[in-house]
């Protein structure tokens, strides 16, 4: 029995509309009525446009090109629902931004992840749905619960079903970096490849990356790249090319939970060896991002099984499986 809230309400901020949409209709729930706006100052205002005393709310806003006017949004809707006496407040983020700022690389570096949990505890949540964190540990940053869902299994499933008839000899996996080796290996054992391939490169300054050496074979063999996100897509792109200029491979295919896509990632996919760029929902495409390359999968069926599990009481680790 539920005794945080005595019924369930999703909303959704201006950067998640339909995947929100998406996860209510999933839960059989009409999306909550509430509007974001913004002044001619560029201040945002909020109005929630029913009542929410003593529901379990749960906020859909990732983040997209707007980056901090979403987190912005996100801070104002928490703090509205919680002077309107909701009896829990759940801030679902699909994507966590800043999550690659989770440490101190130098001297003098803020944490901004950290930051951004302070806010949103500030704010007035309760407890933090979000999914594939750049760096898990970023679950610590916060005093509540938070539930960390897994893309790879979604992923996974879909190049399953592109590959069943194929020999999962001849696929290996492949991280961009040293650092993705354990989500690879995840994927792997999900995918059922025993063939696992790592990218060395090394990183002259931000956003710029030059790939090295290849460790494994991949040498006429199909390779799947796979990581959390993809931002400019230089890493991806050099490690596809390497693959197969360098390696050998036959083809080349990527997967990545979140779509940032912000530069000239879209050019760079374009004219790089990839044959097929799978991505998540998790951010919003733009209709001018959305290529052939380029297959978006729903999160939504999972992201709504997570949202009922909770409102019921129930573990998520299922999910999982």
Do not use: W
Request: aromatic letters at 6%.
């Amino acid at each position: 029995m539920n005794i945080h809230g005595k019924d369930i309400k999703i909303f959704s901020g201006n950067a998640s509309k339909n995947l929100a949409k998406e996860i209510s209709t999933c839960l059989g729930l009409d999306l909550g009525k509430s509007e974001v706006t913004t002044f001619s100052d560029g201040e945002i205002n909020v109005s929630i446009q029913e009542s929410i005393r003593g529901s379990d709310v749960f906020v859909v806003q990732s983040s997209s090109e707007r980056v901090n006017d979403d987190i912005m949004e996100l801070l104002i809707m928490i703090d509205a629902f919680k002077r309107a006496s909701a009896g829990r407040i759940t801030a679902v983020m699909p994507y966590f931004s800043y999550g690659r700022q989770d440490r101190k690389a130098k001297s003098r570096d803020p944490i901004s992840a950290k930051l951004l949990a302070d806010l949103i505890t500030v704010a007035g949540a309760d407890r933090v749905l979000t999914m594939d964190l750049h760096a898990p540990q970023i679950q610590g940053f916060f005093n509540m619960p938070v539930d960390h869902l897994l893309g790879a299994p979604i992923l996974a499933v879909y190049f399953s079903e592109k590959f069943k008839h194929e020999n999962k000899e001849d696929i290996v996996v492949v991280p961009p970096d040293l650092g993705s080796v354990s989500r690879a290996r995840k994927f792997a054992e999900r995918f059922g490849s025993p063939s696992l391939a790592i990218i060395d490169k090394r990183r002259p300054k931000p956003n710029v990356c030059e790939v090295m050496n290849i460790i494994g074979d991949v040498k006429n063999k199909k390779a799947i790249i796979v990581d959390d996100m993809v931002d400019t897509a230089g890493t991806l792109c050099n490690a596809a090319n390497a693959l197969v200029e360098v390696g050998g491979a036959s083809e080349v295919f990527a997967c990545a939970s979140h779509a940032v896509f912000s530069g000239d990632a879209i050019e760079r996919i374009k004219n790089s060896h990839i044959k097929q760029m799978v991505v998540l929902n998790t951010i919003e495409l733009p209709k001018e991002k959305q290529i052939d390359k380029i297959k978006v999968l729903s999160v939504g069926s999972t992201f709504a099984n997570a949202i009922a599990r909770i409102y019921e009481d129930k573990p998520i680790s299922i999910l999982f499986d």
